[in-house]
């Protein structure tokens, strides 16, 4: 059997070239604040993986996607080993556009902070009297730039991302941005309402995108999980404060209550971060991970 070893590593995944395809493997590895933590959370890595290939079959309708199989049989023998079996996923090669694509439907987090300022958010002008959480009258787009790791994306103004595309797309600048901000909102409204008659608001997300060989926008990376979006459980919303959610936060309240934490999280928050995550998968699926 050939060893085979990323040729990229995020913060939570790692990425192995396989010729004409990429296997993109979701590890148990958790990061708060931009920091990788010393826990695993088990079976994390299975929920992104299963949950993205969820949101990817029921929106190839709006727009393609990068995803080829999850199937390890589909792999090299190298991923035929049991750590990689559900939460690896072999996917098409694109060339990803420089921009995160995030859309907000309700105002929290970052967007709150920035609203109680300015009465703005990323610059784009807002209802006056909006209470934290609040569900926005439209989903806005607010892109921002992909930092490296270690830096935070910067946030930009739509009229910035096309510039941004301009550079590395010449002539196509203003055709991609329009495309990306389109493609963030349909993909946004079509799965939030679902996730909604199934109990759990998105509250904002970000996706991100490709262009395949003939120049054609994808769907890559991953796609509404609970690391890249925030679900709240629609049962009990109520704007006004911050809203439990279903992801990082037991872990991200956690470490801000005890700040000597050295970036290890007790066992027990573990536990409550992963039946967070197997929780939405199963509310959103109607399916257990077997």
Known sequence: MQEMKPVKEGKVREIYDNGDSLIM???????CFDVILNNQVTKKGTVLTQMSKFWFDMTQDILPNHMISVDVKDMPEFF????FDGNSMMCRKLEMLPIECIVRGYITGSGWESYKK???????????GLKESDKLPEPIYTPSTKAEIGDHDENISY????????????????????????NTIALYKKCAEYALSKGIIIADTKFEFGLDENGNMVVGDEMLTPDSSRFWPAEGYEPGHGQPSFDKQFARDWLKANPDNDWTLPQDIVDKTIEKYLQSYEMLTGKKLG
């Open 118 to 128: 300015t009465g703005k958010v990323c610059g784009i002008e807002l209802p006056e």
């Open 80 to 83: 035929q080993q049991e750590k």
């Open 159 to 182: 009229e910035q991302s096309i510039a941004h595309l301009e550079k590395y797309f010449p002539g196509r600048g203003e055709e991609l941005a329009a495309k990306l901000r389109d």
């Open 25 to 31: 493997v979701a590890t148990d590895r958790i990061s």
